[in-house]
């Protein structure tokens, strides 16, 4: 008789209302996390481009806009002439030019082709 009176009346309100609480609380949480992550994956800017625009220039707009992702430049850090490969080739040179040889590292693993490795 004394587990019956533990589960009073009270006692399982209480549990219903904590029970639907973390149910709300949890959708609000993954509701939120799907907003951020459809925001996130979305290409281009959050407004239609082209709205009232015919179909194939829609279609011109989002193929452009996707060529876009594909550019990559990679400028060329030290030139040939740079005066400070020219200070690191003097004997004697006070300073220590260590990210010259990094900068050179750089040039060469662009020059040769190798894909850089993800970190």
Known sequence: MASINTFSGVNVVLVM?????????????????I??????????????LGHNAPKDLKEEIELRLSKVQDIKYEPQLLSEGDERLQQLQEPGSPCCFNYLYRMR???AIRTSGLKSLAV
């Open 35 to 48: 907003m951020r992550f459809a925001v996130k994956s979305r290409r281009g800017p959050h407004v239609p």
């Open 105 to 107: 590292a750089l040039d």
């Open 17 to 33: 209302a904590y029970g639907t609480l973390v149910f709300v609380l949890l959708f609000i949480f993954m509701k939120r996390q």
